[in-house]
C-alpha cells in the first residue's frame, strides 16, 4: 500500500480547483448497497441492449458489481465534478412543435469525455508530482464514462452529491448538471462522509416522467426511458413508448428540468460547454435533412453522433409524428426514401399519426 502525505488530499483540491472543477470528494474504494444491486439490476433486464453495461470478468462475475474486480490494487476513488448548465430554457419550457430537443449535456462545443478528462488529467499529473518517490508502486486510472465503473455511486460516498430518485446525481448547490471523473488510485486517501439524501419527499421527477421509466423511487428501467430510446436503442422503437417521447430526438432531460434542485442551478462559464449554434431547440426540418457529410461535420467531437444519423433520422421521424404539425409532411416524405429500413418505418408511422390528428 503507498502511504501518501498528509497534506496531499488538500493538495489535490486545490489542483481540482485550478483545472476547472466545481467539486471534489474522495471515496473508499470498497463495494456500497448500491452496486450489490447491480447484479439485480442487470438479470431483470432493465440495461436494455446496453450490452457494456454487462461486462464480465473470467470468473464470470459483473465488473461493474464491483471495482476489485477490475482493479483490485485501488484503495481510494477520487471524484470531480463539473457544472455543465447554460443559460438556455429548460424542455418543459418550449413549445414550439416545428422544432425537437437535444439533452443540454450533448449541446457542448466539445465532446464531454474530452473536455473532462482533459481536466482530470491534470489532477492525476498532481497526485504523481506530489508522490515522486512512493514507497511503493503508485497506480492510477482515470475515467470519464469511460471505465467499468459506476461513477455516480462512488460520487455518493466522496460527498459530491446524493443519488436523487430519478437516479441522477444531485449537489445541494449545484444541482444536477454535472459532469463526473474519476481517478482510481492505490493510495488510501481520508474519504469524505456520504452525502445525504434531501429528495424527501419529492415525486416530480417520477410524476413528469412521459414513459414512466422510474418504476419506483431511485429505480430506473432503461428500456422506456427516453435517453435510452433516442441514444442507445438500436433499430424500432416499441410503437406504445412512441407518443410519450414527444419532440426529443436526442436524450431527454424532464426528469432534471422539474427537480427543485435544479430551480437556482448555476451557470457554467466553461466555454467547451457552451452551445454550438443550432442545437438548442433545433428544426426538425433542418435535422432531417443533414446530408451524411453534413451529419458529421455538424456533430464533429459530438457526444451525438452515438446515435448514427439514421438513429437521429428515426428519432425526428417520431418528433414529427408527435408535433402534430402537418407542414412537416414532406419532410416525411423524403424520409420515406432512406435506406434504412427503420427510419422508413417511423417515417411511415409519424405520417399516420398526423393523418389521425389532422
Known amino acids: 500500500m503507498v502511504s501518501p502525505p498528509t497534506d496531499l488530499k488538500s493538495i489535490l483540491k486545490q489542483a481540482a480547483e485550478q483545472a476547472g472543477f466545481d467539486l471534489f470528494g474522495v471515496a473508499p474504494a470498497g463495494d456500497s448497497p448500491e452496486l450489490r444491486l447491480f447484479p439485480e439490476w442487470i438479470a431483470a433486464g432493465r440495461a436494455g441492449e446496453m450490452k457494456y453495461l454487462e461486462s464480465r470478468d473470467e470468473q464470470g462475475h459483473l465488473k461493474r458489481g464491483s471495482l476489485s474486480r ?16 447554460t443559460e438556455h430554457p429548460y424542455s418543459t419550457e418550449v413549445k414550439d412543435s416545428g422544432r425537437g430537443w437535444i439533452s443540454r449535456y450533448a449541446w457542448s462545443r466539445e465532446d464531454y469525455h474530452d473536455a473532462v478528462l482533459s481536466r482530470l488529467k491534470q489532477v492525476e499529473a498532481a497526485i504523481h508530482e506530489h508522490m515522486a518517490q512512493p514507497s511503493s508502486p503508485l497506480v492510477t ?14 460520487a455518493k460516498y466522496a460527498g459530491v452529491g446524493w443519488l ?32 445525504p439524501d434531501r429528495c424527501g419527499s419529492c415525486t416530480r421527477c417520477i410524476q413528469a416522467c412521459p414513459t414512466e421509466a422510474i418504476v419506483a423511487p431511485y429505480q430506473l428501467d432503461s428500456n422506456k426511458c427516453i435517453s435510452y430510446l433516442t441514444i442507445e436503442k438500436r433499430g424500432s422503437i416499441p410503437e406504445e413508448l412512441r407518443p410519450e417521447m414527444g419532440r ?38 433542418w ?51 432512406d435506406e434504412d429500413p427503420g427510419v422508413v418505418e417511423a417515417a411511415n408511422w409519424a405520417k399516420s399519426r398526423l393523418a389521425k390528428q389532422g
Open 70 to 85: 477490475v482493479a483490485p490494487w485501488a484503495r481510494s476513488v477520487i471524484v470531480c465534478a463539473i457544472n455543465y448548465n
Open 141 to 154: 486510472r482515470s475515467y470519464v464514462d469511460t471505465g467499468p465503473i459506476v461513477e455516480r455511486v462512488f
Open 164 to 195: 436523487g430518485k430519478n437516479t441522477c446525481l444531485i449537489n445541494q448547490q449545484k444541482g444536477s448538471w454535472l459532469f463526473l471523473g474519476v481517478i482510481l488510485t492505490s493510495l488510501e486517501l481520508t474519504a469524505d462522509l456520504p452525502a
Open 287 to 337: 435535422l432531417a435533412e443533414l446530408s451524411v457529410s453534413d451529419f458529421q461535420q455538424t456533430f464533429r467531437r459530438s457526444p451525438i453522433r452515438r446515435t448514427k444519423r439514421s438513429g437521429m433520422r428515426r428519432n425526428v421521424a417520431i418528433a414529427i409524428g408527435n408535433s402534430g404539425d402537418c407542414r412537416l409532411i414532406p419532410t416525411l416524405d423524403n424520409l420515406l426514401a
Open 248 to 285: 426529443h430526438v436526442f436524450g431527454c432531460d424532464i426528469c432534471q428540468d422539474v427537480c427543485p434542485w435544479n430551480r437556482k442551478a448555476p451557470v457554467s462559464n466553461a466555454p467547451e460547454f457552451q452551445p454550438r449554434p443550432g442545437l438548442v431547440n433545433p428544426a426538425l426540418d
